[in-house]
């Protein structure tokens, strides 16, 4: 079955720390990734998407996510964290078959120390 | 940007009512809509595909004579929660996307259900 993975589930960073959350997924075939951020008290918004071209991917607020394929990786990155990026991130696969069924991995929560 | 608007927020309701939730994408046409499940600490759980003008398509473990899903327009889908139990407790979210297979989902704000 096709799943997603986030290796961490809890992340405590000081602000200016660097950040990398790891996601993999399960699927051989062609896929579109998506990373959403969740602030408290907010609802799920898209942080950036990986469609097709450079793997290295740049999004909203700093953030950065790097499609390996040969690893099935989607890591999300930023260099300098700050104490509003504090939120729960989802990492998140469309396998492109045709459907329009979206896994999410469980989620990584991270709190930036101020 | 795309909006898509999730009533009611909240609900408190007594074991054995139902309770309707409503999903609407405000800027956009979705023919495809999701309804999700967030448990505490654990990630979104997909319950059903919401498809304009047809049968919803569940997931398995999802009873679909206990969530119904009715679609009937390009902008609104919603789900009712029939005969509420307090083990139906959770936060219920739903997402659109419009007719490009490539376009990311949008997120309602999520309805936390409250079964007493």
């Known amino acids: 079955a096709q799943s997603v993975s986030q290796h961490n589930h809890h992340v405590i960073l000081s602000e200016a720390a660097s950040l990398e959350l790891g996601c993999n997924y399960s699927y051989g075939g062609t896929v579109n990734l998506f990373w959403y951020v969740q602030y408290p008290g907010q609802h799920l918004q898209l942080l950036l998407k990986?469609?097709?071209?450079?793997?290295l991917v740049k999004g909203i607020k700093g953030f950065e996510a790097e499609f390996i394929k040969s690893k099935f990786s989607f890591n999300l990155r930023k260099p300098s964290v700050q104490w509003s990026d504090t939120a729960e991130y989802f990492c998140?696969?469309?396998?492109?078959?045709?459907?329009?069924?979206?896994?999410f991995g469980a989620g990584t929560r991270l709190f930036v120390k101020a | 940007g795309a909006v898509v608007s999730q009533h009611p927020s909240r609900v408190i309701c007594k074991s054995g009512t139902s309770v309707k939730i409503e999903c609407r994408s405000l800027d956009f046409q979705a023919t495809t809509m999701f309804w999700y499940r967030q448990f505490p600490k654990q990630s979104l759980m997909l319950m059903a595909t919401s498809n304009e003008g047809s049968k919803a398509t569940y997931e398995q473990g999802v009873e679909k004579d206990k969530f119904l899903i009715n679609h009937a327009s390009l902008t609104l889908s919603t789900l009712t929660v029939t005969s509420a139990h307090p083990e139906d407790s959770s936060f219920y979210i739903c997402s659109a996307r419009d007719f490009s297979l490539n376009s990311p989902l949008h997120f309602g704000n999520g309805t936390r259900l409250t079964v007493t």
């Open positions: 998140a696969v469309n396998p492109n078959t045709g459907g329009f069924k979206t896994i």
């Open positions: 990986y469609f097709s071209g450079d793997p």
